[in-house]
């Protein structure tokens, strides 16, 4: 009997991810897919379901050859109802019975998990995790995304909004407004877009030359990758802007470290490409914020799947799901 393969499908709001993998979790094949958002979304599973019957093809193999197909979805979701409560990036209605929809149009058995718990898991399997059964992943982009592992499986909570990391308030006055509907929330200072946030009030406040400031005078745009440069250069203004958001996300690490005491916390996500210049800092607001236990006993480290993590993960809730 010939190996079969395993389907892991990333859903993002821009593009979709789709990979074959074996059962060890080795990328066989992977591509990616617009997502399109039009008539509500409607399109999407179709297109998904196109998309793998194509690349079979190609293969000269048959659809007898999956396994099964997971999927990482953007919003919280119920495992085990196979729905996914809400997805406003996506034109969804409330409680689309996502897996059903899956296994309608693939023809595959089907399981659904949130986005970041398939990152968290795929860092878990194959990546920075290396084979640690109590982890925390924080995916550092457009938003903050969060999954947490407790003895190899995922912390869904009551209603599938387990491991909002992002969501965690650390500006309790005072803070930017989050989309979400809160103030404060780790999301709006230490995203991709909150690091631009933070750089903007920084330049505000403060007269201090920059290369930050010269950037901002001439093209009225800085990235957080700009920030993470500047600061690399002994920019102090650029250094100040990573040492707040270091405090931010190192206070908020250290408290998911002293609620969970993981044996590793995994920063991913764009912002995270910013390697030592984040860590060193946030590491050390972790030690000052954390219990002394968790200060000896939990790892920080920078996530090594990058945007292969979504699809390893969703692979490995074919493996040990289906």
């Not at 293969?59 to 990482?72: A, C, F, P, V």
């Not at 901002?216 to 990758?225: H, Q």
């Not at 270091?246 to 996500?269: C, H, Q, R, T």
Request: glycine share 14%; charged share 20%; aromatic share 6%.
């Amino acid at each position: 009997m010939t190996e079969k393969w395993l389907v892991g499908v990333d859903l993002g709001g821009t593009t979709t991810k789709i990979a074959f993998l074996s059962k060890y979790g080795e990328l066989l094949h992977k591509w990616e897919i617009p997502t399109d958002k039009s008539d509500n979304g409607k399109n999407i599973i179709v297109d998904i379901a196109k998309a793998i019957d194509r690349k079979l093809v190609e293969l000269d193999q048959t659809k007898e050859k999956l396994m099964g197909i997971g999927m990482g979805a953007p919003g919280p979701v119920d495992m085990s109802k196979g729905i996914i409560y809400e997805a406003v990036n996506l034109g969804w209605d409330k409680n689309t019975p996502l897996k059903d929809l899956l296994e309608v149009e693939t023809g595959l058995p089907a399981v659904i998990d949130n986005d970041a718990n398939c990152a968290a898991l795929g860092e878990m399997w194959k990546g920075a995790g290396d084979g640690a059964k109590d982890i925390v992943c924080v995916t550092l982009g457009t938003g903050v995304g969060g999954g947490v592992i407790t003895n190899g499986d995922i912390v869904h909570g009551v209603r599938g909004a387990g491991g909002e990391i992002g969501h965690i308030t650390v500006v309790a006055e005072g803070g930017f407004q989050c989309n979400c509907g809160k103030t404060g929330c780790l999301e709006t200072v230490a995203s991709a877009t909150g690091v631009v946030r933070l750089a903007k009030e920084k330049l505000d406040s403060t007269a201090l030359p920059s290369a930050l400031r010269d950037r901002w005078n001439e093209y009225k745009v800085i990235s957080a990758k700009d920030v993470f440069d500047a600061a690399g250069k002994n920019d102090e203004l650029a250094q100040s802007i990573v040492d707040q958001l270091a405090f931010y996300l190192g206070m908020a690490l250290a408290n998911l470290g002293n609620v969970l005491n993981p044996e590793k916390i995994v920063l991913g996500g764009g912002v995270s490409k910013a390697g030592e210049i984040l860590l060193e800092p946030v590491l050390n607001y972790f030690e000052q914020f954390s219990f002394p236990t968790v200060r000896t006993s939990t790892q920080l480290s920078i996530a090594t799947l990058g945007n292969d993590a979504g699809v390893i993960g969703a692979a490995w809730l074919v493996k040990n799901k289906i």
